[in-house]
């Protein structure tokens, strides 16, 4: 027979577990939320979806985990945590490879994390200036490393936005603000000393710093204190946050917010949603509410109210310390929880927390906190699979073996927290083998280590010059935009004569349409080789191409000396090769392309506007090139030349192109020189009568900005670079952009970086300080992702500098910007000309293929990939193919060249004036 007595006991029993039944998630539960938190990684990520994203997977600017050449004195903050922490880090590099630390712990009083933004950071300076009294340090300028363990949007290692508090932390006015300036703010106001702050990084990631100085394979850093939260290596082509396709960065997940819309409502217990409603931040951080030190707390008494309420513990009687928020802090979960804990040990804890328990009671209350720890540790262990199971794939491997670093006071005092969390990854992820690591110093040092690799490249001062080589998309859209209006300003009429990109009218009015035939001489001069070829035009069934081509050396005594030196050398190459290939006589048609600025009325009339480039023989500018080289060729007499047609190479390039895709209408050049030739509409071209069909324009792109347009992104470098040109003043976007500065550009750099002692240990070499001793072809060679470090060590060893490893990486850090720079510039002007054909053709999407050549596409290995992405980001409306000439102008010109000689004078047209 069941007493009465009895039958309470159970069903007290089986209320009790129906409560926590909700806390038990099963398997498959758990993999959906793996499967959800998989979701929002991605989201995070996107650029389409990351602001509407709860789990915001903020970009850290950190790219790298420490090599061990990491050294210097740092000063570090570690603020939001449990302690807020000042600390001097010492790291040695080398053999003796070390790192001492010393520091101290100040408290932060409620009602200064809950006060003003001035006040809290007014106490943070005052804690570091007591820190550096007691260290005897006020006069040195160290450099700062601050752990700051709240979500933030950053734009660079030093350019830090809170998003907003979390946590216990409240502090008016400033959210949405920097944090670095209210740093330094208070500096000021205190006035009693000076930091330089490099380096703003979360937990997470200093965290995973610590950790991957003694292990390499850690990648991921996780938090399970206060907070909850993670952070890993992510690759940038995924980020597209940010610009950048290269490499890996660290992405501060902010995984916290998982759930802010909805998406794991189902497993939310209405204590969740009490603990939710009564803390700083309702409605946010519903991960981190279910997981976190913090809250687990405040679940666990959630859930004793309401047993109490129902008569099932206390002896039904709600207590003032059961009312107060926050009594059941991690600690005492954890001592709670503890195996070797008698239950009489139990009740005397809860005693302390002035809660007066029977020995029922302090069972009750061991199987709360047990369901309300264990499901956290579920919970992490379910978004920790994601991480791990996302960077497999992305690295396309069958297993992955990786390390996490982790802190926090949850997983490091609670007795079962760290084993439910890695059993649960190893059950939803079984093909990662994940070890994790504790970090043992906290995230000072990774802070401090952070700041030492920041300092390395982009600290202090070279920060900004190089950071203001990097645009955002919006600065580039403002730049297409600005040059759409110079392609319209260059087109009309009116305000032509004052347009400085000079929208050339080439009277080339198709693309090949197959039927072009014949026996055709290309010249092609102006590029990095003087070429000239024979190209044979059949057409039997098919219309097939044939090519001969020899490479003839342009001198620069010649190409610098007088004009009639330069045709005289010119017509001396055509006549060797007419020799070589037996036909001096015959007279054949001749294509010349001639690669510079050139005013045209008809096909086979060039006047040289100006000369750019390497280029400045005398007596050309303002001469018609096809009568100085007819000339040249008569005073010779030993051969006949018929030339038909000069074309800009741009120009050859776009109908090269045009003979294998019909669809090419815009052809470019990025090589010593760069430029855009395309298909415009007649009756938008009013230099030229007619109205008719279309006319390809040469715009001779590279002078833009001569009029001042680009002056707020120009460096000190370009202006440099310009002064010390064969042309002033002139082509200055080409100068920003082009093979030929390239090189210099980067050169430049390098100098000023190792005068201010960031490179080569402050050592300048005078190889160093020569002009044209750093090309374009050693960008190429240094960004090569496999070999590009050994590349940089052989071309600096050559510069007679003995670059480190660091050195290494941060010269191809410069050299990344820079050639990212002209990518990126390139883009926009495309993508303006892109937008114009696009309206030309009233049509909603473009499709079209863009001829391109030139070395510094051709060669260097990720130019081509950044540009085409750029493009497709600035102008998503256009389905551009991209397509690399093979065989040079030279084809394209002989094609122009066919049409010239099928037409005689059709190729012309009359200007308006
Ligand atoms: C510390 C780190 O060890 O752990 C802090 O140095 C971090 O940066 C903290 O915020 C997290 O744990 P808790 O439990 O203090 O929030
Ligand atoms: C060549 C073309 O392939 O590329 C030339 O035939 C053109 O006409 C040249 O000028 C541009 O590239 P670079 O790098 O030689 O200036
Ligand atoms: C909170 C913060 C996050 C931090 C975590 C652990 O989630 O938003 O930035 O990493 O706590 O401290
Ligand atoms: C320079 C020339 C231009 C040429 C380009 C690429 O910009 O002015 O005509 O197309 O170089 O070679």
């Known amino acids: 027979m069941v007493t009465a007595v009895a039958q309470r006991l159970l069903s007290q029993r089986k209320q009790v577990d129906d409560t926590l039944a909700h806390f038990s998630l099963n398997r498959d539960q758990l993999r959906v939320v793996r499967d959800k938190m998989r979701v929002e990684l991605e989201r995070g990520l996107r650029k389409d979806s990351h602001s509407s994203a709860s789990v915001k997977m903020l970009p850290a600017f950190v790219f790298q985990t420490p090599d061990g050449t990491e050294r210097g004195k740092y000063l570090a903050l570690d603020l939001g945590g449990t302690n807020f922490r000042v600390l001097v880090v010492k790291i040695r590099s080398g053999i003796r490879k070390s790192v001492r630390m010393y520091n101290k712990i100040y408290a932060i009083p409620h009602e200064i994390m809950q006060g003003t933004g001035e006040e809290l950071f007014d106490h943070i300076v005052h804690c570091i200036s007591d820190f550096l ?27 830090v936005n809170l998003v907003s508090w979390t946590k216990g932390f409240k502090a008016t006015d400033c959210e949405d603000h920097d944090v670095v300036d209210m740093l330094r703010d208070a500096i ?61 960065m660290c992405v501060n997940t902010e995984w916290g917010g998982f759930g802010e819309n909805g998406c794991i409502e189902d497993i939310r217990t209405k204590f969740d949603r009490e603990v939710d409603e009564g803390s700083l931040n309702s409605g946010k951080q519903r991960f981190e509410k279910m997981t976190s030190g913090m809250y687990l707390g405040e679940i666990v008494r959630q859930i004793l109210i309401d047993l109490t309420k129902r008569g099932l513990l206390f002896r039904g009687r709600i207590t003032e310390p059961l009312k107060t928020r926050g009594i059941f802090e991690t600690k005492f979960l954890s001592q709670i929880e503890s195996d070797r804990l008698a239950l009489l040990q139990v009740r005397c804890i809860l005693q302390q927390l002035g809660l007066d328990s029977t020995c029922d009671d302090s069972i009750i209350v061991k199987e709360v906190c047990g369901a309300v720890s264990h499901r956290a540790a579920q919970l992490c262990g379910a978004g920790m699979a994601a991480i791990v199971e996302k960077i497999r794939e992305n690295r396309g491997l069958e297993h992955l073996e990786i390390t996490v670093g982790v802190d926090g006071t949850l997983y490091k005092l609670h007795p079962h927290f760290s084993r439910v969390l890695k059993d649960t990854v190893r059950d939803l992820a079984p093909k990662c083998t994940v070890s994790f690591v504790l970090s043992e110093d906290g995230s000072g ?71 072009e035939k014949g026996d055709f001489i290309a010249l092609d001069l102006g590029g990095s080789n003087f070429r000239i070829l024979r190209v044979k035009v059949s057409h039997e069934k098919k219309q097939t191409v044939q090519m001969e081509t020899e490479i003839y050396d342009t001198p620069e005594d010649i190409i610098h000396g007088s004009g009639t030196r330069l045709f005289d050398h010119v017509a001396e190459c055509l006549g060797d090769f007419m020799e070589k290939h037996k036909i001096k006589d015959k007279k054949l048609p001749v294509g010349f392309t001639f690669s510079f600025p050139c005013a045209q009325t008809k096909l086979d009339e060039g006047i040289l506007l100006t000369w750019t480039k390497r280029f400045k ?53 990025i090589g010593t020189g760069t430029n ?45 670079i310009d002064r010390g040109s064969l042309n002033p003043g002139k082509q200055l976007f080409e100068k920003m952009v082009s093979g030929m500065y390239m090189g210099e550009l980067v050169r430049l750099i390098l100098v000023k970086m190792a005068r201010e002692g960031l490179l080569f240990e402050g050592r300048i070499t005078p190889e160093l300080l020569t002009k ?55 883009a926009a002007t495309l993508a303006a000309i892109l937008t114009r054909l696009k309206d030309n053709k009233h049509v909603p999407r473009l499709k079209t293929t863009v001829g391109i050549d030139g070395s510094l596409y051709k060669m260097h290995p990720q130019y081509a990939r950044r540009l085409h992405k750029t493009v497709r980001r600035l102008v998503p409306e256009c389905d551009v193919r991209f397509l690399l000439s093979e065989s040079g102008s030279g084809k394209g010109a002989a094609m122009v060249t066919a049409w010239a000689y099928r037409f005689p004078g059709l190729g012309s047209g009359r200007h308006k004036f």
């Open 676 to 720: 855009a030739c395309y298909m415009e509409e007649m009756r938008h071209i009013e230099l030229v009568e007619g109205d008719e069909g279309r006319m390809c324009i040469n715009t001779e792109w590279g002078a833009f900005g001569d009029d001042g347009m680009l002056e707020d992104i120009r460096t000190d470098f370009d202006r440099d």
């Open 445 to 515: 040092k990774g802070a401090a280590l952070i700041t030492a690799v920041a300092r390395r490249y982009c600290g202090g001062a070279q920060q900004q010059y190089l950071y203001s080589m990097r645009f955002s998309d919006e600065t580039l859209l403002e730049i297409m935009s600005r040059f759409r209006r110079e392609l319209e300003k260059g087109l009309s009429q009116d305000t032509n004569p004052t347009a400085t990109v000079k929208m050339l009218p080439t009277f080339v009015r198709s693309i090949p349409d197959g039927t």
């Open 188 to 248: 000021k106001r205190r006035n009693e000393f000076d930091l330089d702050i490099v380096a703003v990084v979360n937990d997470t990631v200093g965290t995973m710093m610590t950790c991957a100085y003694e292990d390499s394979k850690c990648e991921i850093g996780l938090i399970a204190g206060t907070g909850s939260n993670v952070c890993y290596m992510e690759d940038m082509r995924n980020i597209e946050t940010v610009e950048g396709d290269e490499g890996q």
């Open 133 to 159: 009294d007691y260290m005897g340090m006020k006069n040195t300028r160290l450099p700062l490393g601050f752990t700051f363990s709240f979500p933030c949007r950053q734009t660079g290692i030093d350019k």
């Open 772 to 826: 044209g001793k750093f090309e374009t072809k050693h960008i190429s060679a240094i960004e090569k992702s496999k070999e590009g470090l050994s590349k940089a060590k052989e071309i600096l060893a050559r510069l007679g500098v003995e670059p480190s490893a660091d050195d290494c990486i941060a010269v191809q850090h410069v050299c990344a910007i820079v050639s990212f720079r002209s990518a990126s510039l390139v």
């Open 617 to 669: 023989a005398s007596g050309v500018e303002g001469m018609d090139v096809v009568k100085l080289l007819n000339k040249a060729i008569k005073k010779r007499g030993d051969y006949e030349a018929d030339i038909m047609a000069v074309v800009n190479d741009t120009v050859g390039t776009m109908m090269t192109c045009g003979f294998d895709d019909h669809r090419c209408e815009v052809g470019i050049i």
